[in-house]
C-alpha cells in the first residue's frame, strides 16, 4: 500500500477540521494555511473527502465544510481511502488477489496492505485530535502566572508500556 502525500495531507485535514469545527463550518483557506497548502490543493483533496461521504459543504456566509460523523468514528483508513485512489486500489487488490494471479512475493505485499489497514482502522479522527491537543498542551506549558502545586507530570501509554510524558524524564 502506497502512503503518499495526498493519504497523509488528507488525514491532517480531516484532523484540522475536527478542531476546528468547534467554531462552525471550516473555510478551505483556512484549512491551506494551517497546513501550508495551496487552495486548490485543499480543494481538490476535500472535494475527493467529500465523494467519500467524509464531509459536506455548508453555503453562505460563514461557510465551509463540516466532518459528517463524530471523529470517533471516522477512521484514518477511511480517510486514507477516500482521498487517494491509489491506496484504494492497492487494498483492492490485496482483497481481491487469486493464488493463479499471485506473484512470487504478492504475498507479502498483500499482507502488508492488509496490516496496515488494520492498523489504519485502528485510529480514529478522535485519536488524532487528542493527540495534537496533548501535544500543544506540553509544548506550552502551564499558563503564565498558573500556581503549580506538586509535581507536573503526564504519563501515557503507548502498547502495554506506560511513559513518563512530561516534564521530560532528564529534566
Excluded at 480517510?79 to 507479502?108: G, I, M, P
Excluded at 510524558?165 to 532528564?170: A, C, E, G, I
Amino acid at each position: 500500500m502506497r502512503m503518499t502525500s495526498k493519504s497523509r495531507l488528507s488525514v491532517d485535514l480531516m484532523t484540522d477540521m475536527a478542531l476546528l469545527e468547534s467554531d462552525g463550518p471550516v473555510a478551505l483557506r483556512v484549512l491551506g494555511k494551517r497546513n501550508g497548502v495551496s487552495p486548490s490543493t485543499v480543494e481538490k483533496l476535500v472535494g475527493r473527502l467529500s465523494h467519500g461521504g467524509l464531509v459536506e459543504g455548508v453555503r453562505g456566509p460563514g461557510g465551509g465544510y463540516v466532518l459528517t460523523r463524530h471523529p470517533r468514528s471516522i477512521t484514518v483508513s477511511d480517510v486514507v481511502l477516500a482521498a487517494d485512489e491509489w491506496a484504494a486500489e492497492d487494498a483492492l487488490k490485496a482483497a481481491c488477489v487469486t493464488r493463479e494471479d499471485a506473484s512470487l512475493s504478492s504475498d507479502l505485499w498483500d499482507s502488508l496492505t492488509t496490516r496496515m489497514l488494520r492498523f489504519m482502522k485502528a485510529i480514529t479522527l478522535e485519536t488524532l485530535v487528542n493527540q495534537r491537543l496533548a501535544a500543544q498542551a506540553f509544548q506550552e506549558g502551564p499558563a503564565p502566572g498558573a500556581e503549580i502545586s506538586g509535581p507536573r507530570v503526564c504519563t501515557g501509554t503507548i502498547g502495554k508500556r506506560q511513559h513518563r510524558l512530561w516534564p521530560h524524564p532528564l529534566t
